[in-house]
Nanobody, 116 residues
């Protein structure tokens, strides 16, 4: 089992920045991809950014150039740096861990609200 706990969500003005953190614990040796997803009201959950165990990153087109995913293996943390935030970025952001056993793990989410 893997446990994920997100933090860092907040209310921020358009153009502002936030850094989300995800603390991971448990059987992390089986994890090969970590990622951030988001779900806005009335919309499906979507992938925002992923980071493989080889260090390969992938981003949704809507956040390319504005968001950056990173990881700290020693601290068992994954981060999402979000810059130039837009109203459309408002959502609950979820940390995700995918295992090579095909198990998927999710955190409970953290609310990001972009509003003036």
């Amino acid at each position: 089992q893997v446990q994920l706990v997100e933090s860092g969500g907040d209310l921020v003005q358009p153009g502002g920045s936030l850094r989300l953190s995800c603390a991971a614990s448990g059987s992390l040796s089986t994890i090969n991809v970590m990622g951030w997803y988001r779900q806005a009201p009335g919309k499906q959950r979507e992938s925002v950014a992923t980071l493989t165990s080889d260090g390969i990153t992938n981003y949704a087109d809507s956040v390319k150039g504005r968001f950056a995913i990173s990881g700290d293996n020693a601290k068992k943390m994954v981060y999402l740096q979000m810059n130039s935030l837009e109203v459309e970025d408002t959502a609950v952001y979820y940390c995700n861990a995918d295992s090579f056993t095909r198990a998927r793990y999710w955190g409970r989410g953290t609310q990001v609200t972009v509003s003036s």
